[in-house]
Structures are given as structure tokens and as C-alpha cells.
């Protein structure tokens, strides 16, 4: 995989407009404290929506959201356009895959394309990382960033949505970010997931974060995330059973056995006798603890049956979450 | 520049003008924020039986285009069935309409309402909608580059502001 080379950015966070408001969802890397508690915020009232009669409201009336998957995805993909339809936007999905990518069409010509076709959000998934900044970059060059970008998921940079609604989580199930001992446990290496989960965590105040995984599994210099401001800290744990004593919130990550390149791991089984999540693992962690899981799981891999289907799992409600925030986000984003 | 009415004696004769024509059936919902004031006083004058329901209209307002979503956006909350309900939406002040006419599609959203009425404090005209209350305490004229605003103080006192735009 080659990453996407980003000309350079002009001092300021390419995601905020001139008045410091959201234009464009692209990482939490570097988003502050206030506009992550207010992205969760709006998220509350949205989550009501689905208990009503009519589960719509008119926020993306007339607007057309693009979802551009250039890697697969249902789970995301599907909850994108829950999120979109439910505020009344035309949803158009493109699985880029099996259309004009392979046939040769590059990135930022499909998004002329689709551009011209009075696009006003991109949902952009890609296996590259910075494609969504890319995407943003060009549209801004081409005097057109009143086109939305929310990035679903880039290589192993970022994915911001799934970090907020993870954040929405702990949130609703903790309350209180400042009093959290938080583990983020597994394949670190590959994921986009962790990156924003850990900048999340910090910038809203978790006091420690422990990574824990195999050292083939966690990305060179990752203890360095932690040292954000000198605000939070970010422990590294090889020992699963050292890294989950006293945590309040346990973050599994999925072992992306499809990125993997080279032998990483000696074999599934042993990965799960150290660092499978167990009744018997979980038992260190506080007795209330939450066990959180971005999905798609590998039962038996990275998590035990017992503790995916438990009594301290929030992998539903995470979904369900997900929705409210994926509707704050493009709502704020549109108004904006 | 008329002196601003008194909050709370407005408040006693609003609940004077709906007492005779309140029924068991009736349910009242506020208007975030100062109209759920209200409609907690309302609710007490008038003991009524529903719960009291609070409406928030950011999801429908008709400047989202214009102004995006309004910060502190709140929550709605019906506990009790809108279906075939007979509901009074209570506001602080009614002024161009287009809150009402936001609130009565939040309350759709909800279910078929078999009435709904408006109850409001200050009716200070300069509408752009055909909205009318059905009650109102007190009618006033305000230049348009004044806001009236219904506050609560820490003692749960309400009281109306003048603030220039």
C-alpha cells in the first residue's frame, strides 16, 4: 500500500473554516476539547430520533450525500446513509470497486465527476491514507469546498467517526472523562481506529491510556502519542494481563488478518491465549467495566463469546450510537 | 417604550384565560427554553394530569441553511402519546410564527395530534406566518431591533429582558 504524498498545509487545521467551525471531518488528530464535547453534545439530542413515529428530519433536505467507498465496508457504509436518510439527503452509494476505479479513472477525476454532479457531501472511505485530505485539498484548490468531506475510514491514518461514537460511548456509560483508566487492546499496527480513539481519549482528558499488544502488533513510537500537551498518559503494555488490572473501559480492536504482510503472529490460537479478551482477562479490569468493540468481530481471536455477548459489552449500543453521531456530524458540517 | 410586564402575574392569568377550557385530556408542551418555563408554571396552576412534554425545535427550523445548527440544541421529550392527544403548545413569546410552525412538525414527527392549541405569554406581533395563539396574556409592540427574552434567575423567578440586537 503507498500513501497518498499531501503537498504542504498552510499553518492552521485544514478541517476548520476561517471562524474555527468544522468544514470537513477528516481526523480528531488536533481537534480541541471543545469541539469534540460539542460534536458529542449534539449527538444526544439526535439519538431521541429513532424512538419516534417518524425517524426523519429535514436537516439535508434537498442535498446529495456521496458515499465513496474505495474499500469495502458495510457496517460504516450502512449507518452513513441510515444517518443521511434520516436527515432527509439523497444518498448515492458508490462501491468504487467494482466501477470506474478498475477501470483505470483516477481518485480526484471521480471526484470531478461526481463534483459535477452538485455533490454536496463526500463520505469518503479509502485504503489509502490522506485520501480524504487529498479530496478536501483539491476541492478547496478548485474553489469548491462548499463540498463537504467525511472521512469513513483511511489506511491506517484515521477514523474519526468511529472514534466519536466510541467517545459517545464512554461517555454516556462513565460520564466523567477525567477520573478513566482506558485500554486499547490488540492490532494497533494497522489500525485507523486506535489513532483516533487515543487522540480522542487525550484530548478529552483521560488521565491514562494503556496500549497493549504485541510489540510486531504496535506501531514504532506510539508511547509518543501520549505526549499531547503532557496532559495524558499513554502506557505501553506487552502483557495483557499487567495492561487490563483497574482499567474502567476496555477497547478491543479487530486483528486485520487482510492487511497483515509477512508473519506478524505465529497463529490465531496463540494470539487468543494472549491476547483474546476472556471472562478470566476481563476479571483484572474494574468489576463495572465496558468492553467496547469497533466491529466486525473475530470471536475466538480477539474476543471470547462470553465477553462479546456479556453482561459488560457495549458493542450494540456502539452501533446504535453510531447513527446520532453520524447525523450531528454531516448536520454540523452542512450548516456550517 | 412600554414597561416590561410583570413574568410571574402574566404566568397567573394565562393559567386564568385555559382553566375553563382544560380537561383530563389536556397536554400541555413547552417550547425549549422559555416556554418550558412557563409551561412548568402552567402545569402547576392548572394541575394537569399529563406529564409535561418539552419541545425543541432545532430540527426543524427554517435558518438552518442560514445559520447551521444552533448550538445547545435540546432534546424533545413527549411522555405521553401525541396520537389523538389534544396539545397545548406553550411559548414565552410569539413573534414572526416560524417557531410554532417548527414545533407543530416536531410534534408530527411524533404522532397525529387530534387538536393542537397555543398558549403564549407576550404576543408582540410582526408575524410572517398565519399563526395565532389561542390564549394570550398580553399583547405589546416592540421595535424590531429589540429581543424579548423571558429569564429565570436562581431562585427560579422569571422575568422579561429587553436586549438590542
Request: charged share 20%; net charge neutral; proline share 5%.
Amino acid at each position: 500500500m503507498t500513501d497518498v504524498v499531501l503537498a504542504p498545509q498552510p499553518a492552521g487545521n485544514p478541517q476548520l473554516n476561517a471562524h474555527g467551525e468544522l468544514q470537513h471531518l477528516i481526523t480528531l488528530d488536533g481537534l480541541s476539547r471543545e469541539i469534540i464535547t460539542a460534536i458529542l453534545d449534539t449527538a444526544q439530542p439526535f439519538t431521541e430520533v429513532a424512538e419516534r413515529e417518524v425517524k426523519k428530519l429535514p436537516l439535508l433536505r434537498g442535498k446529495s450525500v456521496f458515499n465513496l467507498f474505495f474499500e469495502n465496508s458495510t457496517r460504516t457504509r450502512t449507518t452513513f446513509e441510515i444517518a443521511a436518510k434520516r436527515l432527509s439527503a439523497d444518498v448515492i452509494n458508490l462501491n468504487i470497486n467494482t466501477s470506474s476505479a478498475a477501470k483505470g479513472e483516477s481518485l480526484l477525476d471521480t471526484v470531478d465527476n461526481l463534483a459535477a454532479m452538485q455533490a454536496d457531501m463526500f463520505v469518503v472511505r479509502h485504503g489509502s491514507s490522506g485520501a480524504p485530505h487529498l479530496i478536501a485539498q483539491h476541492l478547496a484548490a478548485t474553489g469548491r469546498d462548499y463540498i463537504h468531506i467525511v472521512n469513513a475510514g483511511d489506511g491506517r491514518h484515521a477514523h474519526p467517526t468511529q472514534g466519536l461514537l466510541d467517545m459517545y460511548t464512554i461517555r454516556h456509560y462513565k460520564q466523567d472523562f477525567t477520573r478513566l483508566t482506558v485500554a486499547v487492546v490488540g492490532d494497533l499496527l494497522h489500525s485507523r481506529v486506535a489513532r483516533s480513539q487515543i487522540h480522542a481519549l487525550l484530548a478529552l482528558g483521560v488521565p491514562e491510556v494503556r496500549v497493549i499488544g504485541p510489540s510486531t502488533l504496535l506501531p514504532t513510537g506510539v508511547a509518543r502519542m501520549g505526549g499531547n500537551g503532557g496532559k495524558g498518559k499513554l502506557r505501553v503494555f506487552h502483557d495483557m494481563r499487567e495492561g487490563l488490572k483497574g482499567v474502567d473501559v476496555v477497547m478491543m480492536l479487530r486483528l486485520q488478518n487482510e492487511r497483515m504482510q509477512g508473519a506478524l503472529l505465529p497463529s490465531a490460537q496463540e494470539y487468543f491465549k494472549y491476547y483474546g479478551l476472556t471472562p478470566e482477562k476481563l476479571a483484572l479490569a474494574k468489576p463495572d467495566a465496558i468492553v467496547m468493540h469497533p466491529g466486525p468481530m473475530n470471536r475466538g481471536i480477539e474476543i471470547d463469546s462470553a465477553v462479546a455477548d456479556g453482561a459488560h459489552s457495549v458493542i450494540l449500543p456502539q452501533v446504535t450510537f453510531g447513527i446520532a453521531v453520524r447525523m450531528a456530524v454531516m448536520s454540523m458540517l452542512a450548516g456550517n | 417604550m412600554p414597561t416590561l410586564p410583570d413574568a410571574t402575574q402574566l404566568c397567573t392569568q394565562l393559567a386564568e384565560i385555559m382553566r375553563p377550557h382544560v380537561t383530563p385530556k389536556t397536554a400541555l408542551v413547552g417550547i425549549h427554553t422559555g416556554g418550558v418555563w412557563v409551561a412548568e408554571c402552567l402545569h402547576r396552576e392548572l394541575a394537569i394530569a399529563l406529564p409535561l412534554g418539552v419541545i425543541g425545535v432545532s430540527f426543524h427550523r427554517d435558518d438552518f441553511s442560514q445559520r447551521g445548527l444552533h448550538k445547545g440544541t435540546k432534546a424533545s421529550n413527549m411522555p405521553f402519546d401525541v396520537e389523538g392527544a389534544h396539545i397545548v403548545i406553550i411559548d414565552d413569546v410569539l413573534n414572526t410564527g416560524r417557531t410554532i410552525r417548527a414545533a407543530i412538525n416536531e410534534l408530527f414527527d411524533y404522532g397525529r395530534p387530534a387538536r393542537i392549541d397555543l398558549a403564549v405569554l407576550v404576543d408582540r406581533g410582526d408575524r410572517e406566518l398565519p399563526i395565532a395563539a389561542t390564549w394570550c396574556a398580553r399583547t405589546l409592540t416592540f421595535p424590531a431591533s429589540q429581543t424579548l427574552a423571558l429569564e429565570r434567575d436562581a431562585s427560579a423567578q422569571l422575568a422579561f429582558r429587553l436586549i438590542e440586537k
